[in-house]
């Protein structure tokens, strides 16, 4: 089933990335002062203090270059946590409807994100820069599903959580978003005869067609 496969597949990633992360840790215990973590703590505190400290958590960055160490890591954290989603989209988008630059989207989007929050900061007049700019952009493609539109959100959210050193918040947001589609998806939760789907059945792609019945003679 493809459903399976793609519940092992996601399962064998995050399992990989983590033992990658705790050995590397293990082995370069410098490497915590560079994690983008600790943003929802500080979110979630009762004195919530402003953004000033969160982008950078850790008190030891201090020169550009632990800074640049700090914004490799938290980029490539966006990146390999929002890759995972565009192989859920790839898996169940019916192929009639399916959009190969949605998928470069939602790969791209949270690196794209994360840089603008990191640019923003507390800057008000950047903020309206950035708005200024987006707003003479025009963007003509519109989305198929409302499924789309929560992939798309989804990497948003990836990358505003990894420019406020928040990226534990996107691990947990990616991880459920994906694992509940999938269950949805597997289920087929909320379908209706005679509806259009825009999502493929949990069945090999690959696999042909039955042959239709050869008609009597």
Request: glycine letters at 6%.
């Given at each position: 089933?493809?459903?399976?496969?793609?519940?092992?597949?996601?399962?064998?990633?995050?399992?990989?990335?983590?033992?990658?992360?705790?050995?590397?840790?293990?082995?370069?215990?410098?490497?915590?002062?560079?994690?983008?973590?600790?943003?929802?703590?500080?979110?979630?505190?009762?004195?919530?203090?402003?953004?000033?400290?969160?982008?950078?958590?850790?008190?030891?960055?201090?020169?550009?270059?632990?800074?640049?160490?700090?914004?490799?890591?938290?980029?490539?954290?966006?990146?390999?946590t929002a890759w995972p989603v565009s192989w859920?989209?790839?898996?169940?988008?019916?192929?009639?409807?399916?959009?190969?630059?949605?998928?470069?989207?939602?790969?791209?989007?949270?690196?794209?994100?994360?840089?603008?929050?990191?640019?923003?900061?507390?800057?008000?007049?950047?903020?309206?820069?950035?708005?200024?700019?987006?707003a003479a952009v025009r963007f003509r493609n519109s989305l198929k599903s409302s499924g789309d539109a929560l992939f798309i959100l989804l990497a948003v959210g990836i990358g505003l959580s990894a420019g406020i050193g928040a990226l534990e918040l996107a691990i947990v947001m990616t991880v459920a978003f994906n694992y509940v589609f999938l269950l949805l998806w597997v289920t087929d939760y909320g379908d209706r005869a005679d509806l259009k789907k825009h999502y493929m059945t949990d069945c090999d792609p690959e696999e042909p067609a039955p042959a239709a019945a050869a008609e009597p003679s």
């Open positions: 089933m493809l459903a399976l496969r793609l519940f092992a597949r996601l399962s064998f990633y995050y399992v990989a990335v983590t033992l990658v992360v705790l050995v590397a840790l293990r082995f370069f215990p410098s490497l915590h002062a560079y994690m983008p973590f600790g943003g929802v703590e500080a979110l979630m505190a009762k004195a919530r203090p402003g953004l000033e400290g969160m982008l950078a958590p850790n008190a030891e960055i201090g020169n550009l270059r632990e800074s640049v160490y700090w914004l490799v890591i938290t980029i490539l954290g966006a990146l390999f859920v989209y790839i898996a169940v988008r019916n192929r009639k409807d399916y959009d190969q630059s949605l998928v470069d989207t939602i790969v791209i989007l949270p690196i794209v994100v994360t840089s603008i929050v990191i640019i923003v900061q507390n800057s008000l007049a950047l903020a309206f820069s950035i708005a200024g700019i987006a």
